[in-house]
């Protein structure tokens, strides 16, 4: 099967659900739901950090979430864990700078979605060379979920790439919510990723719905 289409990735990319179950103020089954039915493009499994599940409860969890996204034709891409990746025969996986190198990376999972986080012009021009489909960029604003998050830039890594020329798929991401999303799509990604705004959210439908009516 051949790379995933650029444009069909870009519009993917647009509304990009990060969730995992310590991220979750209720059930992350219904978290996800909810979130898929409010308009999500994309969903990322990242189940890490404090209370994370492990072993076989993270496996299973994944499953069933994999297979909610399924029938709703959402992608499904897993965060960091390549193997879970390649045992779930996932849409994609997402890996950040500390992780093993693209190249490696691409070579293990062949046409699968291969998503890179850069915090630079020259870690932006690696990835792509080595076999990035799309670029994580963050955080743009503060976060309080990535406990080892870099420093905030807001949108001006996103402007710095485009004005070089760099055309690959990029969504922000880090602190992202409905009141400033717009400005990180004007800044000139093609979508926003966001963990708080919906998983925390009391009317995750309705936030979810509302975020995508500003990416849109
Ligand atoms: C879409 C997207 N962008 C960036 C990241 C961050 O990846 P990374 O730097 O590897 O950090 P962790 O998420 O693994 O803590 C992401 N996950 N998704
Ligand atoms: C997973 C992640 N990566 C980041 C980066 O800067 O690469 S910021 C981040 C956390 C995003 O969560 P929230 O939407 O709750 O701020
Ligand atoms: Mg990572």
Known sequence: MPRINEEKLRDALKVYFIVGSNNCVKNPVQVVEEAIEG?????????????????????????????????????????????????????????GQEDEPVMNIRKKIGDKILGVSAHSLEEAK???????????????????????????RGTTLIEELRANGLDIPIVGIGGITIDNARTVMKAGADGVAVITAISQSEKILETTQRLSENVL
């Open 39 to 95: 308009g999500i493009t994309i969903f990322q499994f990242r189940e890490k950090g404090k209370d994370a599940l492990e072993g076989h409860e993270k496996y299973m969890l994944a499953k069933e979430l994999q297979a909610i996204c399924k029938t709703k034709g959402i992608p499904f891409i897993v965060n960091d864990d390549i193997d879970l990746a390649i045992e779930l025969n996932a849409d994609g996986l997402h890996i």
């Open 126 to 152: 690696i990835a792509i060379k080595n076999g990035a489909d799309y670029l994580g960029l963050g955080p743009i604003f503060p976060t309080k979920t990535k406990e080892d998050a870099k420093e905030v």
